[in-house]
């Protein structure tokens, strides 16, 4: 959202407006540094994570609620999507950015959602 602003930004400074168009689009404007500055602003709360070996796994810090891994988490060089059940039967997802994350914690996390995915994978397999 914040690049997006950004870009509308940067077409108002190169492109020629005449006075009247700027004055229209100056409370979009003022909206979108608004919007920057409140991002900016905004406090980071370090969430913590622990994921056991079955699969189970709990939020540190965070509103988040704990429970099951389920099939379908996602491995990418640029993030992690968590896929899973609360104890209230609710399916959550969750992106988890690689630069949120140490390298040696993304890795780690990487490698322990890619062998519940094949675990998920076998049994689905032994069950046919």
């Known amino acids: ?10 077409v108002f400074l ?14 979009l ?3 979108v540094y608004w ?4 991002c900016y602003r905004q406090p980071r709360l370090a969430a913590g994570l622990s994921l056991q070996a079955d699969g189970q796994l709990r939020w540190w ?3 988040l609620p704990g429970g099951a891994l389920r099939e379908g988490c996602l491995v990418s060089e640029f993030g992690l999507l ?5 104890e209230h039967a609710q399916l959550h997802l969750h992106w988890l950015l690689a ?3 140490t390298a040696t914690d993304y890795r780690a996390l990487a490698r322990r959602i890619n062998q519940f995915n094949w675990q998920c ?5 032994a069950d046919k």
Do not use: E, I
């Not at 959202?1 to 940067?10: D, N, S, T």
């Not at 968590?82 to 609360?86: G, V």
């Open 1 to 10: 959202m914040l690049a997006l602003a950004f870009m509308l930004v940067l």
């Open 14 to 27: 190169l492109q020629p407006l005449p006075g009247l168009a700027l004055w229209l689009a100056s409370p």
């Open 29 to 31: 404007l003022f909206l």
């Open 35 to 38: 919007y920057g500055v409140r």
């Open 61 to 63: 810090q965070s509103t």
């Open 82 to 86: 968590l896929r899973w059940q609360s």
């Open 99 to 101: 630069d949120q994350l």
């Open 121 to 125: 994978a076998a049994t689905k397999h």
